[in-house]
């Protein structure tokens, strides 16, 4: 979520997304000039007086809302299926009730039908295209409810994610414990790296929150649906598993350990200090305690258990 | 500087340019960077860390406090502490990393401390089974004091189990009531912590003290000493009337007395505490706390004889003082102090 924010605030200073729609605005800038043109060339201007404006509001207003509608959508959102969906629709929302207003300054001789069948054409297309904007995007919302599930279950709330490593943090977890003790058993396993201190030594503090980083992001891929991954504090994780009995959970975190044996973390380029060599990598190990105890104390207890398991 | 020119009493305060920029100031910019926390507004540690001029602990305390605003995790302080030592603070910080033991990492941290830990002063006691270092508020910021200690524990922690290759059996006092959650402190520092305890301190056996070091060279360790010139910088006016008045603790010191060893008016010294957030009365009670912990837990010494020696008339004075001091009578401070040393690698 935080990412989120960050992306926001970016391009609040750079309007990177407005850039990739710039081709589809300027042509929708030009044909809205062309209408203007060709009422102005085949229509005669009508008198002051005979002006309606109540009709001149009422549709050169909806033609300007939908057209900051149209604004809003490119403004934000990444090209794609329903970007393109949304930004039809409006843009054609928006000209086919400039075209409608248009009428109410230029009289088009009675003869003519393309007026009307370009005022209807386009408001009715606008609608369709926003209608099928609409469907695919409930699909989206979906394939992204189900991309965050593994790190929020049933909470939406920015403040639980850990800044570092982008997974729910130690205080979300405790919500997480309260609520999965009226859900039923449950395991909590908790993880750490063996010799993080080191490895934030050789590497500089920079290049442990990157691996903190892809660590995390490693065990969200290798992991179940129904799991809960947290941070809890510095290179100390935690996983939920509800269902498991203590043996199987304690099964699930060894192959887990064993996959993280054989794995090798790559360091990041942009994190690196002079003594890192371009696309280097690490094998990290990890050790667990594990517990069939939902409460907040037991989290204190397992860290505990993991921080005597260290080497005197 | 400030003080008596004449005299050895010679201080500097708060916001007098009295630490380096490329010190604790230069590395405080380096985390925040790599954190993506914009440090730019604090204008005045930027420029000196790019000229390497000397700032105030002021303008360095103003932007540690404007980290802690703009990145609010609880673990803020614990990561920035982590890599405050050995540091790159010149040839104090070169020679730390080839102590010989834990004990020696201790005295040679508490006798830099002006250039390894400026804010907050560790000072060490040695006592037949303990070392004890305690930490005192170098300029009185009470508003940042948790986050000073936390961060200044977790640096000593980080780089003892660093140098040591192995985890030390640490216990943690504090003087504060323990916080909402304790992940932080158990992560970074360990799960034996007390908190309300009557000052900020960190004990360890003297057997895991005296324990010798795999990097351990006797003679890079004599030379790198050797070549640590002279401090030229007059000690902080905290930590000065700290040391006078210990000294003289017997001899029932006045805020009159003080201000004229010191070559100042009553007035002007009680200007330049208020400065520092302190009074005199604070600072005497300060003193007169450590010292009757010291006497009862380190020399053994009971109530009547603690009385006695800090010049006080009979020792129902005493405890009255020591309640209105610490909030607890001397004998059961003595009692749950002794207790929690035994505790210790016992």
Request: charged share 20%.
């Amino acid at each position: 979520m935080s990412c989120v924010f960050a992306s926001l605030r970016r391009f609040i200073h750079s309007p990177i997304m407005l850039t990739l729609h710039r081709y589809f605005l300027l042509s929708v800038a030009a044909l809205l000039s062309l209408l203007v043109a060709l009422y102005a060339s085949v229509g005669q201007l009508k008198p002051f007086a005979s002006w309606k404006w109540f009709d001149i509001i009422g549709e050169g207003g909806t033609a300007l809302l939908a057209a900051v509608w149209l604004g809003i959508i490119c403004y934000n959102r990444p090209r794609g299926l329903v970007t393109r969906y949304f930004a039809f629709g409006f843009a054609a929302l928006m000209l086919g009730n400039a075209a409608d207003c248009l009428d109410e300054f230029f009289a088009i001789p009675k003869l003519h039908i393309w007026d009307n069948i370009l005022e209807s054409g386009l408001n009715l297309g606008g609608m369709l295209s926003l209608t099928a904007g609409m469907y695919f995007w409930q699909e989206e919302q979906r394939s992204l409810n189900h991309h965050m599930e593994k790190r929020e279950r049933i909470f939406r709330d920015h403040r639980g994610i850990d800044r570092v490593a982008q997974i729910a943090n130690a205080e979300y977890l405790r919500q997480q414990i309260t609520w999965q003790q009226q859900q039923g058993p449950a395991c909590l396993v908790m993880l750490n790296i063996r010799g993080f201190h080191k490895i934030n030594r050789q590497y500089g503090q920079a290049q442990g929150d990157r691996l903190v980083q892809s660590l995390a992001q490693w065990i969200v891929l290798n992991m179940d649906a129904q799991d809960v991954l947290c941070r809890y504090a510095a290179d100390y994780y935690v996983l939920l598993l509800p269902g498991l009995s203590l043996q199987e959970a304690g099964d699930y975190a060894q192959r887990l350990c064993d996959l993280i044996d054989q794995t090798e973390f790559p360091l990041s380029a942009i994190a690196m200090q002079d003594q890192v060599k371009l696309r280097e990598r690490v094998r990290l190990s990890m050790n667990f305690a594990i517990s069939d105890l939902m409460t907040c104390d037991m989290l204190s207890e397992l860290s505990r258990q993991l921080y005597e398991a260290e080497p005197q | 500087m400030t003080g008596a020119a004449d005299s050895l009493l010679q201080f500097h305060q708060i916001s007098d340019l009295a630490l380096p920029g490329h010190g604790q100031a230069a590395l405080l910019l380096d985390v925040a960077r790599t954190q993506e926390i914009d440090l730019s507004d604090c204008v005045a540690l930027t420029a000196a860390v790019q000229h390497q001029s000397a700032i105030s602990p002021l303008t360095y305390l103003e932007a540690l406090r404007s980290f802690f605003i703009k990145r609010p995790e609880r673990d803020s302080s614990f990561l920035l502490g982590q890599h405050l030592l050995p540091g790159h603070y010149g040839h104090a910080s070169q020679a730390l990393i080839h102590a010989l033991n834990l004990r020696d990492a201790l005295r040679h941290l508490c006798q830099h401390y002006q250039s390894l830990s400026p804010l907050l002063r560790p000072r060490l006691i040695e006592s037949e089974r303990f070392l004890i270092v305690y930490w005192c508020d170098s300029y009185g910021v009470p508003a940042m004091r948790n986050q000073l200690v936390e961060m200044h524990m977790s640096a000593v922690v980080d780089l003892a189990r660093w140098l040591a290759d192995s985890r030390l059996q640490w216990r943690f006092c504090f003087n504060r009531p323990p916080p909402r959650t304790l992940e932080q402190h158990h992560v970074f520092l360990g799960h034996d912590l007390q908190f309300a305890c009557q000052l900020d301190a960190m004990v360890i056996s003297r057997e895991q003290a005296e324990r010798s070091w795999p990097r351990a060279n006797q003679i890079a360790w004599q030379l790198a000493q050797q070549q640590i010139p002279e401090s030229l910088t007059a000690p902080s006016l905290l930590n000065l009337i700290y040391d006078y008045l210990s000294g003289k603790l017997r001899q029932q010191p006045t805020l009159e007395k003080t201000a004229q060893d010191f070559g100042l008016s009553p007035a002007t010294l009680k200007r330049h505490l208020s400065k520092h957030g302190s009074h005199f009365q604070a600072e005497l009670d300060l003193c007169r706390t450590h010292m009757a912990l010291y006497l009862l837990t380190v020399q053994g010494m009971d109530t009547e004889q603690v009385a006695n020696w800090l010049g006080f008339h009979d020792a129902n004075n005493f405890r009255r003082s020591c309640k209105r001091w610490t909030g607890v009578s001397p004998s059961s401070l003595r009692a749950d102090i002794l207790q929690r040393l035994n505790q210790l690698g016992c």
